[in-house]
């Protein structure tokens, strides 16, 4: 496929694989027009939305995680 050759030589072999690629033109061609993910349905992301800004504050997010998987006590 032209596409999947475009993508090798533009970006190398670390890149997607011709299947990807035909999936892709597949959506594309049934009617898609974006390339960003679409919203989807189910559960949400439990993973903190941000990054920690210090390693107490680190702590303090890994014992919440911890704590909401009911480990309590394990850290």
């Not at 993910?37 to 939305?49: A, L, Q, V």
Request: charged letters at 25%.
């Amino acid at each position: 496929m032209e596409i999947h050759r475009r993508v090798l030589a533009q970006y190398g072999q670390s890149t997607v694989s011709q299947r990807k690629v035909y999936e892709w033109v597949g959506r594309f061609k049934s009617g898609r027009t974006r390339v960003t993910d679409e919203g989807r349905y189910g559960r949400p992301s439990t993973s903190p939305s941000r990054k920690a800004s210090s390693p107490q504050e680190y702590r303090n997010q890994l014992n919440d995680i911890t704590n909401a998987l009911c480990c309590k006590g394990t850290m």
